[in-house]
């Protein structure tokens, strides 16, 4: 099956400054999907992306999926202590039919006030 | 809330023990994921059910087995516990059958292995 890859791992960041986490598949995705845990919890949808370059706004989160549908970005602007947490792409687990989702390893996000 | 309940929220017991995991999708979801989060491997993908039917395996060892009964909810059986597997078990629910639609976490289960 597929594998997804995230990075960075961890990343402390001051309250304000922006974050961006990275995922990228070996191969092409039919869609990409990202999450956030927060600490002791559990993983809450974000978005999905579907199409070739497409980029998506929440707020201060900007998602963009890439031209060739094998990565993905999340761009945090003017962190805030709200943002903490493990954020997490997920993508099919094989190139066709219905498959379940794999999720990359994380990124954990710590803001320092 | 994410409508997806999962029983017990924590669980101690022995090596060499069998536990039983439950978890109830929310209301009209027909998929049942089970994933295993320990500290280094992020969420690992177990086993998918679709209304009742076993659609996919992922990483799943011999010693765990998993069913979707007839009213949608699902069981994670878990024998011959290794200190391991101590872990936090989430099942998730969605609508549709495959990765096109999101998923919904449930609490988790902590499980620990002494």
């Known amino acids: 099956g597929q594998q997804v890859m995230q990075i960075p791992q961890y990343q402390h960041v001051q309250e304000g400054e922006d974050f961006t986490t990275y995922c990228n598949s070996s191969t092409t995705l039919s869609n990409i999907q990202w999450y956030k845990q927060r600490p002791g919890g559990h993983p809450v949808f974000l978005i999905q992306l579907v199409k070739s370059g497409e980029v998506k706004k929440q707020k201060r989160l900007t998602f963009q999926f890439g031209e060739a549908k094998k990565n993905s970005s999340l761009h945090i602007t003017a962190t805030q202590t709200t943002d903490v947490g493990t954020y997490f792409c997920?993508?099919?687990?094989?190139?066709?039919?219905?498959?379940?989702?794999?999720f990359g390893k994380g990124t954990r996000l710590s803001v320092i006030a | 809330d994410s409508g997806v309940t999962q029983t017990p929220k924590h669980l101690i017991t022995a090596t060499g023990q069998r536990v039983t995991l439950r978890c109830s999708p929310r209301s009209g979801d027909l998929s049942v994921y089970w994933y295993q989060q320990s500290l280094d491997q992020g969420l690992q993908f177990l086993i998918h059910y679709y209304n009742g039917e076993e659609r996919a395996k992922g990483n799943i060892l011999e010693r765990f087995s998993a069913q979707q009964f007839p009213d949608l909810h699902s069981e994670l059986n878990l024998s011959s516990l290794e200190l391991g597997d101590s872990a936090l078990y989430f099942c998730a629910s969605s609508v549709a059958r495959g990765s096109n639609s999101p998923l919904h976490f449930g609490n988790g289960t902590r499980l620990t292995v002494t």
């Open positions: 997920a993508g099919p687990m094989y190139d066709s039919g219905n498959t379940p989702l794999v």
